[in-house]
């Protein structure tokens, strides 16, 4: 059976998480999640020319830090699925040129990874491939010049809006393997939109979508929230969870709220204002590849429900007065003892 | 099919119930002081400018380039986005914002080089501002012209 319901992938053959990897810039590294990077970046400019190239090397670092973990050579890589939030995915691509390795960019704004790992997952599943590299990265700096303003205007932001993550994550999926971590369900969701026309307000945007997506999840799966050690969504941050746990009450969806954790809620402290959260597709990747992965690996956690969660809007649809559809990709992350 | 528990209509009552709000008469405590110091600065300016006898047509343009110059210096040692993080309006209205607002982009925008870059990108912020502010003061002055016959 590799298939359940309207929208699950039920994986024949789970592929193995052979390695993962983390990189983080400096204001992450002074977050409440810092000991669980395995790169905390000192300068965000990684000695680049400009940000963009900062994020393409950010990328291949984090990419060949996962490789060197599992010691396969980049060669014996036979995809790399990635992608980010600069125009046309160029860092993703720009470290696929480098690293060499056949390239499969994906968009889904910041539920990148979980989208990745989804389509790695029934990719090596199906027998196309024996190995991925899923990765997603984001960084402050090509986001801000990208979908808000020069970094240096002095403007203010609202309560609402969230910061976006310098950040990377890759996970290393193989068909074969002895490695604790295997991937074993993944479900796609559904463009959800209720109209919000906040831009800066992703987690009221991307709610709906995440609810939407975990409902399906459990209905396809038949599974309950409290089959899970932890449901962890991508970037909602503290408002968007909030949102969530009202939609799951309003539809009488059993949420235990303390199995229920928000990656960009996580990834900052209050102390350092950054509003609701952070966001950005490196956000729920680096955490999932730093935080999530290790604690399961330490047996602390044994069924994690990743629900990577975008916003599917671009400049041009804001200024254009549209409203901010929602995206959500789960990925059931188990461990096999 | 939609398992959506809200209409779009009271999702956005439930969003804007348990989103917080700007906290407003902290904002307008910050701006207002922040905002007042900049003018007073300027105040300070042009009276200091009078005393050098530049005259009533320069001294204002005296003042404003001290704030233009002290507005593009702060911004260039990364220090005015803090203030207008701070002050909001007190520091995005007076001069110095305005010079902010050219300076920014011109920093960030100059890795795609002189032309497409900084030149053609310096007044995405500033542009709307000078095409409406020159706009009405056309609008004013033609206003000025056919009613000057009453007025004066």
């Known amino acids: 059976m590799s298939r359940a319901g309207q929208q699950t992938f039920v994986y024949d053959r789970p592929p193995a998480i052979a390695a993962h990897a983390s990189i983080v810039g400096p204001k992450e590294g002074q977050g409440p999640l810092a000991e669980w990077f395995d790169t905390v970046l000192e300068d965000d400019l990684l000695s680049q020319k400009s940000w963009e190239l900062a994020e393409m090397e950010m990328v291949r670092r984090c990419v060949l830090d996962a490789l060197n973990k599992a010691q396969l050579p980049s060669e014996a890589v036979q995809a790399m699925l990635g992608g980010d939030l600069n125009n046309q995915i160029i860092a993703s691509s720009f470290a696929a040129r480098t690293l060499g390795m056949p390239f499969i960019g994906l968009y889904g704004a910041c539920s990148t990874f979980a989208q990745a790992l989804v389509i790695g997952s029934a990719l090596i599943s199906g027998g196309y491939l024996e190995n991925a590299a899923c990765t997603a990265s984001s960084h402050f700096c090509t986001a801000e010049r990208q979908f808000r303003f020069p970094l240096e205007l002095g403007t203010q932001r609202p309560p609402q809006a969230s910061r976006t993550a310098t950040a990377c994550g890759c996970a290393l999926l193989t068909a074969e393997g ?24 992703m987690g009221a945007a991307m709610a709906p979508a995440v609810f939407d997506c975990i409902a399906a999840h459990l209905a396809d799966t038949g599974r309950s929230a409290s089959d899970y050690d ?25 949420m235990p709220a303390d199995r229920l954790i928000d990656c960009g809620a996580s990834l900052f402290s209050r102390e350092q204002d950054t509003h609701a959260g952070g966001s950005g597709c490196g956000c729920v990747a680096a955490v999932s590849c730093g935080w999530l992965m290790k604690r399961m690996e330490q047996g602390e956690l044994s069924r994690v429900l990743v629900v990577g969660s975008g916003a599917m809007f671009s400049p041009t649809s804001s200024q254009q007065a549209q409203s901010v559809p929602g995206i959500a990709y789960a990925a059931c992350i188990e461990r096999k003892d | 099919m939609s398992r959506q528990p809200f209409t779009p209509d009271q999702y956005h009552e439930l969003v804007s119930k348990l989103t917080p709000s700007s906290r407003m ?27 050098l006898h530049l005259g009533e047509v320069t001294s204002p343009m005296f003042t404003t380039g001290v704030l233009v110059f002290a507005g593009t210096t702060l911004t260039g040692i990364g220090v005015y986005d803090r203030i207008g993080q701070y002050a909001g309006a007190g ?14 982009p011109a920093i960030e925008f100059q890795r795609e080089g002189a032309v497409m870059g900084v030149g053609a990108r310096l007044f995405t912020l500033a542009g709307p501002v000078l095409a409406y502010g020159i706009a009405s003061s056309v609008v004013v002055g033609i206003a000025y012209w056919l009613i000057r016959g009453w007025v004066l």
Not at chain 1, 234 to 240: E, P, S, T, Y
């Open chain 2, 91 to 104: 520091s995005a209205i007076p001069v110095t914002g305005f010079a902010n607002s050219v300076a920014a």
């Open chain 1, 230 to 254: 932890l449901i962890a969504t991508g970037d909602l941050g503290w408002i968007g969870r909030n949102l969530l746990l009202e939609l799951c009450a309003a539809a009488g969806l059993d």
């Open chain 2, 25 to 51: 008469l902290r904002g307008y405590w910050r701006a207002f002081w922040v905002g007042g110091l900049i003018c007073a600065v300027g105040q300070a300016l042009t009276l200091w400018a009078d005393t």
């Open chain 1, 178 to 201: 002895e490695a604790p971590l295997r991937v074993t369900q993944g479900t796609v969701g559904r463009i959800i939109d209720l109209n919000i026309t906040d831009a800066n307000h």
